[in-house]
Nanobody, 122 residues
Framework: VQLQASGGGMVQAGGSLRLSCAAS????????MGWFRQAPGKERKFVAA????????TYADSVKGRFTISRDHAKNTVYLQMNSLQPDDTAVYYC????????????????WGQGTLVTVSS
């Protein structure tokens, strides 16, 4: 499966962005989907994941209550709605697909998009 992320940009603290990740090439509903982020000089970390059915989600503690992951099977797209953004959210955000139905483990994700940069200014 090929993944194309978009929607990044620059926003002031307290603002919102919605990231999109369009999937192609394979049956989208076969994959658990996740979002990860990598800040400058740091390792890539888990942000959010959604079950292949769309019925279950999980979040990193740092974004819980502010970010929402969702998926649209008709559009083969997964979204990450990000509200109340803070400077610490500045990172390159990656969407990824897993052959597992649902996982927050980065090692279970085989397919990766190219990343989209989110910059939050104070």
């Amino acid at each position: 499966v090929q993944l194309q992320a978009s929607g990044g940009g620059m926003v002031q603290a307290g603002g919102s962005l919605r990231l999109s990740c369009a999937a192609s090439g394979r049956t989208f509903s076969n994959y658990g989907m996740g979002w990860f982020r990598q800040a400058p000089g740091k390792e890539r970390k888990f942000v959010a994941a959604i079950h292949r059915s769309g019925g279950v989600t999980t979040y990193a503690d740092s974004v819980k209550g502010r970010f929402t992951i969702s998926r649209d099977h008709a559009k083969n797209t997964v979204y990450l709605q990000m509200n109340s953004l803070q400077p610490d959210d500045t990172a390159v955000y990656y969407c990824a697909a897993s052959n597992s139905s649902f996982s927050n483990n980065i090692n279970r994700y085989k397919y990766w998009g190219q990343g989209t940069l989110v910059t939050v200014s104070s």
